[in-house]
């Protein structure tokens, strides 16, 4: 059985930061364009459009650094590309086919840190207001521009969601 769909995360690939102990990783600004390594995304992503696999890094939001581990992903027909500053980078927007931004709010992005990475309510909040909502403001907002589709109420919006659906099966037939 052939996999049709897979799925790179830019999360993964925040930067590697063994010199610093988990104090200082916790204070840097993981939501500006360079805290990630992008150039060995656009690199995993040209090798599986060449049909190869790769070894994804595996990021540990708890202890805010990218772990020893790595997820093997196998080339497919259809590569989905998952993270909020994707647009920001004209690299790697030239490697994608179809651009979509899925527009949430930011209540849910803050529930979203707390429930599924494992952090307190108190840093997520810290964070938003030290990093996540200006950089949101400069990056993110700006790079919708870039988008194909942009999708209201994030996953909520059935129509939206039916719609991609309906391009993505066309497209792996």
Do not use: W
């Amino acid at each position: 059985f052939a996999v049709r769909v897979s799925v790179v995360y830019h999360d993964a690939y925040y930067r590697a930061h063994p010199e610093l102990n988990y104090e200082q990783r916790s204070q840097l600004n993981y939501d500006h364009p360079d805290s990630f390594e992008t150039e060995l995304m656009i690199e995993h992503l040209k090798r599986l459009k060449d049909g190869e696999a790769i070894d994804c890094p595996v990021y540990d939001y708890s202890d805010h650094n990218r772990s020893d581990k790595t997820v093997r992903i196998e080339p497919a027909p259809v590569i989905v590309v998952e993270g909020i500053l994707v647009f920001a980078d004209r690299r790697l927007r030239e490697l994608m086919d179809i651009k979509i931004f899925v527009d949430t709010d930011a209540d849910e992005r803050i529930l979203r840190d707390t429930r599924e990475r494992g952090r307190s309510v108190e840093s997520v909040v810290n964070q938003y207001r030290r990093t996540v909502k200006p950089m949101h403001e400069q990056f993110v907002e700006p790079s919708k521009r870039f988008a194909d589709i942009i999708v209201l109420d994030g996953g909520y919006n059935l129509v939206a969601l039916d719609m991609i659906m309906m391009k993505i099966r066309d497209h792996l037939s």
